[in-house]
């Protein structure tokens, strides 16, 4: 069978952009800014989304369109047998972030309920924090809506590729954007508004430690789908005319614009509403509700902005179940269908765990963490950073060659910034997140 192709440059943007827009930007992104002291954080997510980020986003996208194939068989591709190591690596890493986000998934279906039945439009967020506590520590509910969120991906991922993600991702994307933009305004314009929007942009480098930059670095991975072969399998979608440059710029540059808008639309509203910026997951779920309440047709908006939260997501968690099960298909000629649905039973069965260690299972913890967190963990700080440092080896290297050909322009020259990029994989790029690393053992 013929390898499904996007329907046009277009389309592969927005699905890319749509992988990586997700609950990164609008959940994980202004909860671990606002723990990590705000400006400085900021800053280095951004020194780390500039340099990492985009040379890996090219990276990754172009070994994925040259080979045709997803991360196994394009690591195999490029490097032979003991590089498809790596790609099994992603394919794990997939497997476990699917697992968690899917219940994170849940929950902003659950706050679209709410958000029907009205009862969280409320000012109080000392309340609405006991309402988040007590929903994700609750043993069953939260367990129906990771179902729920986990089936609706399935069911997107079965469709395949083309039909499934690219029709979703386009006009509720643009949506979401002008609704944060919205909601920025009415943040902005809160009494005590201005603490939080200086907590937010002025660095304070004297916070600036080891634990920061690793944090840095891996929300700049989770955030722009990097370092597990999601943008390589994406990539592999893409016919060879098609220039993946630009669309790489585009897609980093579209999603740290909503990672930054997230953070103007929730830091300002959390000192305005004095909740603590240390509150940690549930800070977008605690904090928007508040704003809610405190604007004209709040309800709408809430209902509408939990439902694109929702869309957000699902385009991120097709991206993670498509690496899962082009795996699969890739490899062992497995059919589409059964796949899907097998490794959505699995995922989902240890999404179950993670859901639980929130509340029943709290007291199960390794190294102080507890399952969710420890998932999270692993695949940031761990199996990313590590896909991070072989793709750019990768591309310095073993396929530099093929991969400056292909970046190359009309004329058959090389991008200006070719060489230094080059340079970049070749050595500084896997330096610095080795040192990144290592400052943190
Ligand atoms: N980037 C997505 C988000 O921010 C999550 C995601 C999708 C992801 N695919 C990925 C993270 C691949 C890491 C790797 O919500």
Request: net charge neutral; proline share 4%.
């Given at each position: 069978m013929a390898r499904a192709v996007w329907g046009s440059r277009l389309g592969f943007i927005l699905a890319a952009a749509g992988s990586a827009v997700g609950l990164g930007a609008i959940w994980k992104f202004p909860?671990?800014?606002?723990?990590?002291?705000?400006?400085?954080?900021?800053?280095?997510?951004?020194?780390?989304?500039?340099?990492?980020?985009?040379?890996?986003?090219?990276?990754?996208?172009?070994?994925?369109?040259?080979?045709?194939?997803?991360?196994?068989?394009?690591?195999?591709?490029?490097?032979?047998?003991?590089?498809?190591?790596?790609?099994?690596?992603?394919?794990?890493?997939?497997?476990?972030?699917?697992?968690?986000?899917?219940?994170?998934?849940?929950?902003?279906?659950?706050?679209?309920?709410?958000?029907?039945?009205?009862?969280?439009?409320?000012?109080d967020t000392l309340l609405l924090?006991?309402?988040?506590?007590?929903?994700?520590?609750?043993?069953?509910?939260?367990?129906?809506?990771?179902?729920?969120?986990m089936a609706v991906t399935a069911g997107v991922v079965l469709v395949g590729v083309q039909k499934g993600i690219e029709r979703v991702s386009k006009s509720l994307m643009l949506m979401l954007f002008l609704l944060i933009l919205v909601l920025i305004v009415r943040s902005l314009t809160l009494p005590g508004a201005s603490e939080g929007v200086m907590y937010f942009l002025t660095p304070d480098f004297s916070k600036v430690n080891a634990k920061m930059m690793l944090e840095a670095m891996g929300l700049a991975f989770f955030s722009l789908s990097l370092g597990m072969g999601c943008m390589m399998t994406y990539g592999s979608y893409v016919s060879n005319e098609t220039n993946i440059a630009n669309s790489a710029a585009s897609v980093v540059g579209l999603t740290t614009a909503v990672c930054v808008l997230a953070g103007l639309m929730i830091l300002p509203a959390v000192f305005a509403f004095k909740l603590s910026p240390a509150e940690g997951p549930g800070l977008t779920f605690i904090i928007m509700p508040a704003v809610f309440s405190h604007l004209g047709g709040g309800q709408f908006f809430a209902i509408l902005f939990f439902f694109l939260l929702f869309v957000a997501a699902l385009t991120s968690s097709v991206s993670l179940m498509e690496v899962v099960t082009s795996f699969f298909i890739d490899e062992f000629n497995m059919p589409r269908i059964g796949v899907s649905i097998i490794m959505a039973i699995l995922m989902f069965v240890v999404g179950i765990a993670a859901s639980l260690s929130l509340g029943a299972w709290k007291e199960y913890t390794l190294f102080g963490s507890n399952i969710f967190h420890l998932l999270d963990y692993v695949t940031s700080h761990l199996m990313m950073p590590f896909g991070g440092i072989m793709i750019t080896v990768l591309v310095g290297w073993k396929a530099s060659r093929p991969v400056a050909a292909r970046l190359a322009l009309a004329d058959g020259t090389n991008p200006w910034w070719w060489p230094a990029m080059k340079q970049f994989c070749r050595y500084i790029a896997p330096l610095l997140i080795l040192l990144v690393l290592f400052q943190n053992l």
């Open positions: 909860y671990v800014a606002a723990q990590n002291g705000g400006g400085a954080f900021l800053l280095l997510f951004l020194v780390m989304v500039f340099t990492l980020g985009i040379s890996i986003m090219i990276a990754e996208m172009t070994v994925g369109q040259i080979s045709q194939k997803s991360p196994v068989g394009a690591y195999r591709y490029f490097g032979g047998k003991p590089w498809s190591l790596v790609g099994y690596i992603g394919v794990a890493c997939g497997f476990l972030i699917l697992s968690f986000y899917s219940v994170v998934g849940g929950w902003t279906i659950f706050y679209m309920v709410q958000s029907v039945d009205g009862s969280i439009l409320i000012p924090k006991q309402i988040f506590d007590a929903f994700i520590t609750n043993p069953v509910e939260p367990l129906g809506y990771h179902a729920a969120f």
